[in-house]
């Protein structure tokens, strides 16, 4: 099993910025990409960013391409959310995923393994 524990969720207003990571102990998983989920309450998980094992590759929920930015180092097996320019609408939990392969998708269903999220306030 992999375990995902995340931090660095928080009290922020907004224009702020917060730096989320997600480090994966456990059974190693084998080469696939991580992603980052977010959930509102009364709305359901919607997906934020995901990225590649090498790193090469990124994708972007359109409500938050150009303020955040994934990355991951696999020496220290952690991916990181760095979130600025932070706005009301970024209030959730933020959870992290890990897929055991394959390539980095868009949609939660396929992801194996999931944190159990830290909660992000911005505040008007």
């Known amino acids: 099993q992999v375990q995902l524990v995340e931090s660095g969720g928080g009290l922020v207003q907004a224009g702020g910025s917060l730096r989320l990571s997600c480090a994966a102990s456990?059974?190693?998983?084998?080469?696939?990409?991580m992603g980052w989920f977010r959930q509102a309450p009364g709305k359901e998980r919607e997906f934020v960013a995901t990225i590649s094992w090498s790193g090469a590759s990124t994708y972007y929920a359109d409500s938050v391409k150009g303020r955040f930015t994934i990355s991951r180092d696999n020496a220290k097996n952690t991916v990181y959310l760095q979130m600025n320019s932070l706005k009301p609408e970024d209030t959730a939990v933020y959870y992290c995923a890990a897929n055991r392969g394959g390539v980095p998708v868009m949609s939660a269903a396929p992801y194996d393994y999931w944190g159990q999220g830290t909660q992000v306030t911005v505040s008007s």
């Open positions: 456990g059974r190693t998983f084998s080469r696939g990409p």
